[in-house]
């Protein structure tokens, strides 16, 4: 089916649908960072869970976002309707954010950061593959820079409120959880009544029997050599990538205080707003690659500030982390979307995070055991060394122009 947004105009304004669902981006990881810049916290303070714990925790949780991202993308494809399985997923979301707080031990909370991502990953693939369906072709790099950046500024303004919290709260991080519920029912009140399903993007006209069943190998097999580059080259990235519960827990065992721990992520999420509008609509006028060979290299220049151990390095080590995220995340769901043929749109997202999440689970179980067995620099050390085995194969692996990284 040949895509409808590809005849539209380059250049222009973009689509409510496109704002809509950065608004509802930004309420709801307000929400998520509100709870995920205390809860490594904790976990480890409050709970008493080790470091592998923690780095198994967090891979599992998003590995299986992951997989339930690949089930909802293929099921967008074959109803031919998005945003209602966006709703489901939010809403899913929404309604865990009291578990949190209720939590009495280990594993209802571990239950709750589950339950949570399951919300994730139902609405993941289908709302990226709205995004693409809602957009011109050549606006796609700003659109996804655009969603990702104020997805980013939710995720700058919860740590904000924690910290605020915590100051009129001190030392009562159950009560700070609380808090979070308030922006995730907001999130999914705009959803519901903001964002508008094109018409036409998607296969509707595929037969009923065929709707609902569970996605097919076929399917992986048809999607083209230029959408498998792109996985490799973001599974490259994330295997590099201490996830963002090392940070804060970096920043605590570096002497930072319960009150300002919620910091970390601040800063590295200021940076991520700031820079991933602006890298996507550098990406759309120069190209994709010169954004993730920058991008590596700041992933690389990153996780040895961290190693180093001292709170200068530290907050150089957290803004560059958020600043090749900035780089890199939109950019490769732009090249997801310029890649995957669009009745399989949604196939293709739910592919691409599952990849991505499987080495995340791989990376986070990894930089768990380092940190616990040899110390943080060692985690933070073994990052540095995967990021420059990725740059340098990257740069052996060159696009040509006209690719989707090129």
Not at 190 to 211: F, H, I, K, M, N
Not at 382 to 396: C, D
Request: glycine share 12%; charged share 15%; hydrophobic share 55%.
């Amino acid at each position: 089916m040949p895509d409808p947004a590809q005849s539209s105009p380059v250049s222009g304004r973009l689509p409510r649908t496109v704002w809509a669902l950065g608004w509802v981006s930004l309420f709801m990881d307000m929400s998520s960072e509100l709870i995920h810049a205390v809860l490594p916290v904790y976990m480890s303070s409050v709970l008493g869970l080790s470091l592998l714990s923690i780095g198994l925790i967090e891979g599992l949780a998003e590995a299986t976002a992951s997989l339930l991202k690949v089930v909802s993308g293929a099921w967008s494809d074959r109803v031919g309707k998005r945003k209602w399985l966006a709703v489901l997923g939010y809403g899913l979301s929404a309604a865990t954010k009291p578990l949190f707080p209720l939590a009495s031990g280990a594993a209802e909370l571990i239950a709750a950061r589950l339950l949570d991502r399951v919300g994730k990953g139902i609405r993941g693939a289908p709302r990226d593959a709205l995004l693409a369906d809602a957009t011109p072709a050549g606006q796609r790099n700003a659109a996804y820079g655009l969603r990702q950046s104020m997805d980013t500024v939710g995720a700058f303004l919860g740590p904000l409120a924690a910290i605020v919290l915590l100051g009129w709260m001190p030392g009562h991080l159950r009560g700070v959880l609380w808090f979070g519920m308030l922006p995730a029912l907001v999130a999914v009140v705009v959803l519901v009544l903001g964002v508008r399903e094109p018409r036409g993007a998607t296969s509707q006209g595929a037969p009923a029997a065929r709707r609902w069943r569970l996605p097919r190998l076929a399917d992986a097999r048809r999607l083209p050599r230029a959408y498998w580059v792109v996985v490799l080259t973001a599974g490259l990235f994330t295997l590099a990538r201490l996830s963002e519960a090392f940070l804060v827990l970096r920043g605590r065992q570096l002497g930072l205080s319960l009150h300002w721990v919620a910091s970390v992520t601040l800063v590295f999420s200021l940076v991520y707003a700031l820079s991933a509008y602006p890298a996507g609509l550098l990406a759309q006028r120069r190209g994709r690659g010169p954004l993730l060979a920058a991008g590596m290299v700041v992933l690389l220049a990153s996780m040895l500030a961290l190693a180093a151990g001292s709170l200068p390095t530290l907050w150089l080590g957290v803004a560059l982390y958020g600043l090749h995220l900035g780089l890199t995340q939109g950019v490769f769901a732009a090249a997801v979307a310029a890649t995957a043929p669009a009745e399989l749109r949604g196939s293709a997202f739910g592919v691409f995070h599952l990849c991505t999440g499987m080495l995340q689970l791989v990376a986070g179980l990894g930089a768990g055991w380092l940190w616990q067995e040899f110390g943080a620099s060692a985690a933070f050390g073994a990052g540095a060394l995967l990021a420059a085995a990725a740059l340098g194969l990257s740069l052996l692996a060159r696009a040509r122009p006209g690719d989707a990284l090129a």
